[in-house]
Nanobody, 117 residues
């Protein structure tokens, strides 16, 4: 079983920054990803990182503003979010992919990010 616990959400003004954390425990995994879901919208991919090599991927909407990183000792993934925009407002979820190509099967409870204009 994999347990993912997000933290770090909150209310911030446009242009501000937040850092989200995802503490993982349980089985090992190939990728950890961040997704978000805004009210009335479908959940969308934000960013991911491979646990072994550290390769990263970003949605076009956050490239250049968000940075994903990992701490293998603490089993924690971070999402540094800079230059936040009101359209970044959403519940942010951490998810894990245990086997490459199998999809994200374990999800955290989510953390709310609200960006005011």
């Amino acid at each position: 079983q994999v347990r993912l616990v997000e933290s770090g959400g909150g209310l911030v003004q446009a242009g501000g920054s937040l850092r989200l954390s995802c503490a993982a425990s349980g089985r090992t995994f190939v990728h950890l990803g961040w997704f978000r879901q805004a009210p009335g919208k479908e959940r969308e991919f934000v960013s991911s990182i491979s646990w072994s090599g550290g390769s990263t991927d970003y949605a076009d909407s956050v490239k250049g503003r968000f940075t994903i990183s990992r701490d293998n000792v603490k089993n924690t993934v971070y999402l540094q979010m800079n230059s936040l925009k009101p359209e970044d407002t959403a519940v942010y979820y951490c998810a894990s992919e245990l086997i490459a190509g199998m999809g994200y099967t374990y999800w955290g409870q989510g953390t709310q990010v609200t960006v005011s204009s």
